[in-house]
T-cell receptor, first 114, second 111 residues
């Protein structure tokens, strides 16, 4: 059974039209992460939540925001998507924030911009 | 210099072959290391953690060389189903669980 669930699997939006991607987890993990992965590139961390504490990566554009209303759900909001934001967006969780915890990924949402 | 560097490949090997990938990392403070596998257009999945003493899981053996800051993955008796991209992953430091991914090494196992 899927433990990190991302919806939708595929999302198409228009240039400049706000879009929200969702992630839910049944693992009761403390930490949730959002990554952006472009074709043939490594996943790049955008930000993460440790419980309710939000931690933004220094080079994440302001266009990207996140919300975590409860332990199970985390959302990625792209306020004004540009063509360069077309990518796979991956949500991951880990039980704690210590270094030896592997991260568990959802199936990803592939975002296309028209 | 990238934080985690891998040869992108592709490595084309016949079934049954042994293949090895190396990965180098730049942050000497890193304490945790992993190999993830990613199939085309799918999410990364944890293959194995890498321990200081080296560890084995079936046909897969991972080793860590802290002095030289490199990690290796050895796959024995390659199967067609091993075809995938293998991501070397390093945590930035042991104070948190922020992971840095290498660009991946693509493996193609041919009949």
């Amino acid at each position: 059974d899927a433990m990190v669930i991302q919806n939708p699997r595929y999302q198409v939006t228009q240039f400049g039209k706000p879009v929200t991607l969702s992630c839910s987890q049944t693992l009761n993990h403390n930490v949730m992460y959002w990554y952006q992965q472009k074709s043939s590139q490594a996943p790049k961390l955008l930000f993460h939540y440790y419980d309710k504490d939000f931690n933004n990566e220094a080079d994440t554009p302001d266009n990207f925001q996140s919300r975590r209303p409860n332990t199970s759900f985390c959302f990625l909001d792209i306020r004004s998507p540009g063509l360069g934001d077309a990518a796979m967006y991956l949500c991951a969780t880990s039980r704690t924030g210590t270094g030896n915890q592997p991260q568990h990924f959802g199936d990803g949402t592939r975002l296309s911009i028209l | 210099r990238k934080e985690v560097e891998q040869d992108p490949g592709p490595f084309n090997v016949p079934e049954g072959a042994t293949v090895a990938f190396n990965c180098t990392y730049s942050n000497s403070a890193s304490q945790s290391f992993f190999w993830y596998r990613q199939d085309c257009r799918k999410e990364p999945k944890l293959l194995m953690s890498v321990y200081s003493s080296g560890n084995e899981d079936g046909r897969f053996t991972a080793q860590l060389n802290r002095a030289s800051q490199y990690i290796s993955l050895l796959i024995r008796d390659s199967k067609l189903s091993d075809s995938a991209t293998y991501l070397c992953v390093v945590n930035r430091n042991n104070a948190g669980n922020m992971l840095t991914f290498g660009g991946g090494t693509r493996l193609m196992v041919k009949p």
